[in-house]
């Protein structure tokens, strides 16, 4: 699929910065999945003109305006990015789907999910990891578990069977797409359907516990919770993410490399939808005439 | 430019350093690629005071199995020949120096 303009995240930055790029008239898709938000919950008081409102209502309501000038959302997470040798980016979906686009808007958000049971942190190193990508190789022969219900602990399951001897996969909400489940099945990986409830161990990972009562026999487990985060996007991208994992831009929403800019609370705080809005305006706008070359 | 090591130079460039401090890391670990720059800052900082290197775990896995290294990145701080600590994860340039001030 090629697009002018690629927005990852539908959440208010990224609906803002389809609806100000499509109507510069340059084709506009976006990735993500609105419930996904961190808007999508909560009610809010504080947002310019509307009193009392729900996040989702404010959501369902920009994606209807985004599609009515033109942008497609295609409701599925990014896996993979990259940057093509003639300037252009390009993207794998969920379900297989590559995308090409002439300029790139990060939207993500920024992950606020942690899995904050017993042993993750004590063990973190000793068996527990936040990269199944950079952490594999560690564990060629032992057994490993992921946690996480997205597109991230689907892929990183499927890969772990290249390593590891026994992969199991902990999905107690589970979100990942239906191809990636089937690939995870295909490949061997055990699932389990219950929350985790503490990793054990005294000097290293020994099993992962669930709620209900199952006990995993394990020596790693990777936390690969939600979906790619902005940081590895960016990073795929060439853009060097902030310590924190936020993305610095100037005051057009641009980054470091021409083409890619970034908007909402992954540029930092203030995490409020006002803001979001704002640097959606700004970098859906600058992402069009940057793909009209008028930038 | 952090100096590259592997299984020919580890065991003495880590002699040779009062304190050496080894960043552990592979080339597909984005986290890895983030604390880089961050590790040839602490090098610049530390010259003459401490030993800072680098160590592929990908092209010198029987050093990270004989340090037990299940993530990266990893910081393998020697002292006196010692290892006094491995700390994992990315970290700020400022609590690096700290943490070896500390030393």
């Not at chain 1, 902005?230 to 924190?244: K, Q």
């Given at each position: 699929m090629d697009t002018d303009v690629f927005v990852i995240g539908s959440g208010p930055a990224g609906i803002q910065a389809a609806i100000h790029a499509s109507r510069h008239k340059v084709s506009v898709t976006v990735a993500g999945k609105p419930s996904a938000s961190a808007a999508a919950g909560p009610e809010m008081d504080n947002y310019f003109g509307t009193g009392h409102v729900s996040g989702s209502q404010l959501i369902a309501e920009g994606i209807r305006q985004a599609e009515s000038t033109g942008a497609v959302f295609v409701g599925q997470n990014v896996i993979s990015s990259s940057r093509g040798g003639d300037g252009s980016f390009r993207f794998v979906l969920d379900d297989g789907t590559e995308v090409v686009s002439k300029a790139v808007v990060i939207a993500t958000g920024i992950s606020r999910e942690k899995l904050g049971i017993p042993g993750e942190k004590e063990l973190y190193g000793k068996g527990v990891s936040y990269c199944a990508v950079c952490d594999c190789n560690f564990f060629k022969g032992r057994r490993v578990v992921i946690v996480g219900n997205e597109s991230e602990a689907a892929i990183s399951a499927e890969m772990m069977t290249g390593y590891a001897s026994e992969t199991s996969w902990v999905a107690w909400d589970m979100k990942a797409s239906q191809v990636l489940l089937e690939k995870a099945e295909a490949a061997g990986v055990r699932i389990y359907g219950s929350k985790p409830l503490a990793i054990v161990g005294e000097t290293k990972v020994e099993a992962l516990e669930l709620e209900d009562g199952t006990r995993i026999p394990m020596d790693g487990v990777?936390?690969?919770?939600?979906?790619?985060?902005?940081?590895?996007?960016?990073?795929?991208?060439?853009?060097?993410?902030?310590?924190?994992?936020?993305?610095?831009?100037?005051t057009g929403c641009a980054t470091e490399v021409p083409g890619v800019y970034a908007c909402g609370d992954v540029t930092g705080k203030p995490w409020q939808v006002a803001k979001a809005v704002g640097q959606g305006c700004v970098a859906g706008t600058n992402a069009a005439t940057f793909v009209k070359g008028e930038r | 430019m952090v100096t590259e090591l592997n299984e020919s130079n580890f065991d003495s460039f880590v002699e040779s350093n009062h304190i050496a401090i080894i960043d552990c890391w592979a080339p597909w670990c984005g986290p890895c690629r983030r604390m880089g720059p961050i590790i040839e800052e602490v090098a610049n900082d530390l010259a003459g005071k401490a030993g800072v290197a680098k160590l592929n775990t990908d092209e010198n896995q029987a050093i990270a199995v004989r340090f037990n290294i299940n993530a990266i990145p990893t910081l393998l701080v020697f002292k006196d020949n010692v290892l006094v600590d491995a700390l994992v994860g990315l970290r700020p340039k400022e609590d690096i120096l700290a943490y070896v001030s500390g030393l």
């Open positions: 990777f936390i690969e919770l939600g979906a790619r985060s902005a940081a590895d996007i960016a990073l795929d991208l060439d853009v060097m993410p902030e310590l924190d994992d936020t993305i610095k831009v100037d | -």
